[in-house]
Structures are given as C-alpha cells and as structure tokens.
C-alpha cells in the first residue's frame, strides 16, 4: 500500500497521502479509532481505484477496455423445436471434454430478460490465446458436437473478444 498510518497519544497520521496530522480527542479511543477506520478506508479506496485505472488502457473508441491477455469466446444458440434444447445442452457439453479452454460452461438461458428470448443455449469459454482457440475448434470432440448439435439448431451467433 502507498501510504501507512501511525497514531499516536492524541494524533493520527497517514504517510505518502499528504495527510501530515489529523487531531483526535485527548484519550478519546473511540474517536482515535474511528479516524483510523476512516483513514486506512481511504488509502485502501484510493489505492484500489489506482489499480483499476492502472490496468486499463483507453480504446481507440473512447471505450474502457482491459488489458487481459485471454481470449473469451461467446456462442449463442437458438433451437428450432424447444423439446430439443436439451440434446443441444448434452451435445455441446460434449465440448467440455476438450483440453484447451481455461474456462468452459454450457447454460440454458434462463430467459430472465423480458425483451429478448430467441437465445435458448449459451456457450462461454476463456483461452489463453487464439492457437488455443485454434486448437480447440480442430479438435475431434468438437467435429462431433457440430455433428449432434447443427440439425438441431436454428441459429448460431458467436463472438470472440
């Protein structure tokens, strides 16, 4: 952390935040603690809000975005009978049992967004890089989950970010 506190008899001071003296009640504890509480909050709060911004670059949007070196990778899919949802989700579960994702999960939509409700399956994985990506759609499993999902599908949208 940036700055440290020290209190004393009847002060309090924070170092490396330009707070010198905080004057406390002569053997007041509770007052003394309270500012400390207060004090270390704010070093901890601008300390935090330092590291976020730290870690985040300025897109050539305007947008935010964050300097992560993964790749995340979002399939959407629609079924085109609802009674086949399910073979959907065990078919791509399937995908599971490829190697290369950090990070894999199926889900059925639970339709919570009042607005839109063509989604009925979605697949969200994490890569460490795009070989990885590579190497997961050459995989076999995956050949065989295109195989058990495709005619049952009526849409696929998917994003690579």
């Not at 990778?73 to 078919?91: M, T, Y």
């Not at 791509?92 to 009925?120: T, Y």
């Not at 076999?140 to 970010?161: C, G, H, K, S, T």
Request: aromatic share 8%; net charge positive; hydrophobic share 45%.
């Amino acid at each position: 952390m940036n700055g440290a506190l020290f209190a004393s008899n009847n002060s309090l001071a924070c170092s490396g935040m330009g707070i010198s003296e905080v004057p406390s009640c002569r053997g007041c504890h509770r007052v003394k603690w309270a500012l400390a509480n207060a004090a270390s909050t704010l070093v901890s709060a601008i300390h935090l809000r330092h590291m976020f911004y730290k870690h985040r670059r300025q897109s050539k949007t305007g947008f935010a975005m964050s300097d992560r070196t993964f790749i995340r990778h979002v399939v959407l899919f629609s079924a085109k009978d609802q009674d086949d949802v399910a073979r959907i989700v065990d078919g791509l579960s399937m995908l599971k049992n490829i190697p290369h994702a950090s990070v894999f999960e199926v889900v059925q939509n639970n339709r919570v967004d009042a607005l839109s409700g063509e989604i009925d399956v979605v697949v969200y994985a994490e890569f460490a890089d795009d070989a990885a990506l590579q190497a997961y759609k050459a995989h076999q499993i995956y050949q065989d989950a295109i195989a058990v999902v495709r005619p049952l599908r009526e849409m696929r949208i998917a994003a690579d970010f």
